[in-house]
């Protein structure tokens, strides 16, 4: 099925109907590429606020590949998938360094640089420079499914791969338009878990899930990956002076180069925590159940166990920082910060 019947009816839509949001007051790159990584697996509602206080500490490219690690970390706090603040810097020295400063304005070079993949290398190329690329992502294979009444798993590499080249050979004059409207349509009107709003899409009289009832039914998503569970005793370690114990955590791996809380793997009785915090040299005076918690990463899910020590020595292993410098200072996943 040809999709260019929804070019004209959707694009009109969208010039109509788009959100005012911050990053579409101008067709800055750097404003747009800082939304677009935000925004992965992130709601709108959610990233304002990260947006403007980003924006407001870091305006510019410069500005960003200048930045230290642990300032960066804690602009970054609680939005998750750190690595994609790591790549921001990355990218922001590379557009120094090779471009002069300069934003790359093709979607071969923008996909070049560190933590650009094909979706976001698509949606800045046609926003920013006027080029006839796609940009896929989740909702818009959405849209796309229940449009064509596709099948197809939208999960796979290869539905994605058709979909892109599909879109690609009926790309508008106004590429950005069309592909913002595709997401805002997403977004807005042909919602996930069989509850679109069809009755206000603008090209409903072309989709084939609603002619013909399948809206519930598209689009398919069957995951594969098996997911890993991970046990932890996590300590929330306070002093007789009141400041709490963190500890930086390796430099690769998941969350790295972050602070954490001092923690166990698995989950352990009072003799053998107990142990544990003596051998790290420690005084604990108190060892208090605190509560469960779970927090979901891409592929693992943490089950943890946290419990609060009083001690009366502090062990040089650990930083002791008051409350206020760990809201201020120290970058502390989400994970952690939900067990304070």
């Known amino acids: ?43 709108i509602e959610a990233v304002m606020g990260y947006y403007a206080r980003f924006l407001d500490a870091l305006p510019d490219v410069k500005h960003l590949s200048e930045v230290d690690d642990d300032t960066l970390m804690k602009l970054w706090e609680g939005l998750g998938y750190y690595s994609r603040a790591r790549n921001l810097k990355k990218a922001a020295v590379m557009i120094m360094e090779e471009h002069g400063g300069i934003f790359p304005r093709t979607y071969d070079a923008l996909r070049r640089l560190p933590g650009i993949g094909d979706y976001t290398a698509g949606a800045i190329a046609s926003i920013c420079f006027d080029e006839k690329v796609p940009a896929v992502d989740g909702n818009v294979l959405r849209v796309i499914a229940r449009i064509q009444g596709n099948r197809e798993n939208v999960l796979l590499p290869q539905t994605k791969k058709r979909v892109t080249e599909e879109l690609t050979r009926v ?3 106004r590429p950005g338009a069309f592909n913002e409207g595709l997401m805002e349509l997403g977004e807005l009107v042909c919602l996930p878990n069989g509850i679109p709003l069809c009755e206000r899409c603008p090209i409903r009289d072309a989709c084939t899930a609603y002619r013909e009832g399948l809206t519930a039914e598209l689009p398919v998503r069957i995951k594969t990956t098996k997911r890993r569970r991970v046990e932890l005793s996590v300590f929330i370690i306070t002093a007789e002076d009141g400041r709490i114990a963190v500890e930086k955590r390796p430099e690769k791996g998941l969350l790295s180069g972050l602070y954490q809380l001092p923690n166990l793997e698995g989950f352990h009785d009072e003799a053998a925590l107990a142990e544990a915090l003596t051998a790290w040299r420690l005084s604990p005076t108190e060892i208090t159940f605190e509560k469960d918690a779970k927090h979901v990463f891409t592929h693992i899910d943490w089950y943890m166990k946290a419990y609060r020590v009083q001690t009366a020595r502090k062990a040089d292993r650990f930083l002791w920082v008051t409350e206020e410098e760990l809201k201020s200072a120290y970058p502390l996943p989400t994970a952690f910060q939900k067990l304070i």
């Open 171 to 173: 790309m508008p004059t």
């Open 1 to 43: 099925m040809s999709l260019s019947p929804i070019i004209e009816p959707l694009i009109g839509w969208f010039d109509q109907n788009k959100r005012l949001l911050p990053w579409r007051r101008d067709r800055a790159p750097y404003h747009v590429w800082i939304s677009e990584i935000m925004l992965q697996q992130t709601r």
